[in-house]
């Protein structure tokens, strides 16, 4: 996995994440989810393939971003006022500085910025990833 996609649940609460992924019937799955407050479950080991990208392309060009990527799901409505908590970033901060560890991850890219086609998902809605980007320097695009 060299790639690590960021999403806004919409979902309101952890509970509901955790039920909707669990739910064979919804066909959608991210690896983690961190909760307004760090907590963080995971729901999905990194080895496997999660269900979160949809269609979807990097800028390099490659499709199918499911196949090679991490997704991290932050509870949040997406409507780009409601804010991301500072202890969910420090959280955040931490899961990705651990993946780093396990994965060599080369890319941290946003939902909106993969999926396809453009501007058929807005998450993470207000969210700022080029400051997530910046405290990595080995990250590109
Ligand atoms: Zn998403």
């Excluded at 060599?104 to 998450?123: I, L, N, T, Y």
């Amino acid at each position: 996995m060299d790639t690590v996609v960021l999403h806004a649940t919409v979902l309101d609460t952890l509970d509901e994440v955790v039920a909707h992924f669990s739910n064979p019937i919804s066909e959608v799955s991210a690896h983690y989810t961190i909760d307004r407050d760090g907590t963080v479950v995971q729901h999905v080991l990194e080895e496997k393939r999660a269900w979160h990208a949809g269609q979807s392309q990097m800028s390099d060009g490659r499709i199918n971003v499911n196949d090679f990527s991490i997704g991290i799901e932050l509870v949040n409505r997406n409507d780009g006022v409601d804010p991301y908590p500072e202890p969910q970033m420090e959280s955040l901060r931490e899961l990705l500085r651990s993946i780093f560890g396990r994965q060599p991850v080369r890319h941290v890219v946003a939902h909106h910025e993969c999926a396809q086609p453009p501007g058929r998902k807005s998450d993470p809605a207000g969210f700022d990833v080029a400051r997530v980007r910046g405290l990595f320097p080995f990250l590109g695009v």
